[in-house]
């Protein structure tokens, strides 16, 4: 009869732990505002208990029969089981990584309270496995940003985990000074522990950078950066006012084309960027047509003046080449950009990915035939749009001789104009910036290489 109450008791267990492994694994909170049982806020936890009473006769017998202080039900327990779980995790880490060499990848941020932490992840080959895998270990609170306090979170936290820093072999940060200074920075202390630990500027990061560059670069690329200025004007406007939104959906709705939600433009990852563009480009017509509709039933004459001024924007020359030019950069830029955070993903690997990047931007300069069809387009969308066509400026020819001959060439046409001043620019510039970023890294990989095949 012991036995078999046990048993119960086991299986009981096993559906709380369950229940709590599911909401945590969703990111759902266990607990409500109110855990009364005539409270309609009792929380998920409670809830899903309730719902499995109802279809488990065996469970709601437990929780009927068992005595009132052994439901395991309270906050308290709760929080001693997901308290289990993680030490129950934590082991099972402990045990594949059991002295294998690993690499450290740590990030800080702040949150929604304003409060900074930093996101540890090891990432080893587990035991008897050939592939490697990522794991995330811990998310702790900074007091401060400087150097010493963000490795010491580093630190505590290997040593909670048992592991040694002699089987670290590399550090993956990003490019600030506090992580990769070279005299106090964080890659710094973690070198005083291993020596031979070798510091990886995080890969998605330079890329990152180097799309930021070369789209900000106000005197070789000012007609992108204007562009990237009025995406965002376009979301605030519509995206910023229900009313506004609702007009934008009625106007999607009376077309063929599925309605996609404007994007924000990220200040920190401007691959994702790419997606802003792309559904603008997809729904132009309509974002006009929702424009033109809110400015002419607008009574508000900040609203009429801020469309009025977006329509000017969108419905110029400018703005319409930077969008079919930019459009497939930015799907390069971005397929890259998620290949790179692939836990799967090696070095060697993320090396060859960059470089087929580089050949695939340098590719869009060679090959006139691709421009040719991005012009194509631009006309067709001009041609829509009832938008015509500059004719391209003439040059003043100086008086005095001057040296450099493209001083004295004239441009023959707009496409011409466009593929000099727009197109070839941009592509440069994000070439150039991703060969100098990665140029350090793919040196440092065939370095350390090296060493491991030594």
């Known amino acids: ?79 001693d089981i997901l308290l289990s779980i993680k030490n129950v995790i934590l082991r099972n880490i402990q045990n594949e990584l059991s002295g294998q060499p690993f690499s450290i990848i740590a990030d ?11 996101a540890i992840v090891l990432r080893y080959v587990p035991i008897g496995s050939i592939l490697s895998i990522e ?28 592991a040694s820093w002699d089987n670290a072999i590399a550090v993956c940060f990003d490019g600030a000074s506090t992580m990769s200074g070279q005299s106090t920075g964080v890659q710094t202390r973690c070198k005083e522990m291993n020596a031979s630990i070798m510091y990886v500027h995080c890969h998605v990061h330079c890329l990152n950078l180097s799309l930021v560059a070369a789209c900000s670069n106000r005197l070789e690329n000012p007609k992108i950066l204007d562009f990237f200025g009025v995406i965002q004007l376009i979301y605030n406007f519509i995206e910023g006012n229900p009313k506004r939104h609702a ?53 508000d004459p900040i609203i009429r003046a801020k469309g009025n001024g977006i329509l000017n924007q969108i419905q110029s020359f400018d703005f319409i080449v930077c969008l079919e030019i930019m459009n497939p950069i ?33 590719e869009l300069r060679i090959d006139e035939s691709i421009f040719d069809n991005i012009y194509s387009r631009i006309e067709n969308t001009l041609n829509d749009l009832e938008i015509q066509i500059p004719i ?58 090296g060493k491991l095949l030594k």
């Not at 492994?21 to 208990?49: D, H, Q, T």
């Not at 007091?143 to 306090?149: F, I, P, V, Y």
């Open 247 to 299: 007009v934008f959906e009625d106007v999607v709705k009376l077309t063929d084309i599925k309605l996609k939600t404007l994007k924000s433009l990220s200040q920190t990852r401007w691959a994702c960027r790419a997606e802003a563009v792309a559904f603008i480009q997809v729904q132009l017509k309509a974002i006009i047509e929702a424009i033109e509709k809110v400015v002419s039933e607008a009574t």
């Open 135 to 162: 794991r995330f270990i811990a998310l702790k609170r900074l007091k401060s940003t400087d150097a010493e306090t963000i490795f010491g979170a580093i630190n505590s936290t290997i040593q909670d985990l048992g």
């Open 1 to 79: 009869m012991r036995e078999d109450q046990r048993l119960k008791n086991i299986e009981y267990m096993k559906k709380l732990i369950d229940i709590i492994i599911i909401l945590a694994k969703g990111g759902k909170p266990l607990r409500g505002r109110n855990e009364k049982e005539e409270s309609c806020e009792r929380g998920l936890f409670l809830e899903i208990v309730q719902l499995l009473k109802k279809y488990d006769r065996d469970f709601e017998s437990y929780i009927n029969l068992a005595p009132k202080n052994c439901t395991y039900l309270s906050n308290y327990i709760q929080n």
């Open 392 to 449: 391209p400026r003439k040059r003043k020819v100086p008086a005095k001789i001057d040296s450099n001959p493209c001083n004295e060439y004239q441009l023959k046409s707009t496409k011409e104009e466009t593929r000099k001043s727009v197109f070839y620019p941009v592509l440069d510039q994000l070439v150039q910036f991703i060969n100098e970023k990665f140029d350090q890294e793919t040196k440092s990989v065939i370095y350390f290489m």
């Open 330 to 362: 930015l799907q390069l830029v971005v397929k890259v950009s998620k290949t790179l955070q692939s836990p799967e993903l090696d070095l060697c690997q993320a090396v060859e990915e960059i470089s087929s990047l580089v050949l695939a931007l340098q």
């Open 108 to 118: 800080e941020t702040s949150d929604v309270s304003h409060h900074e932490q930093i």
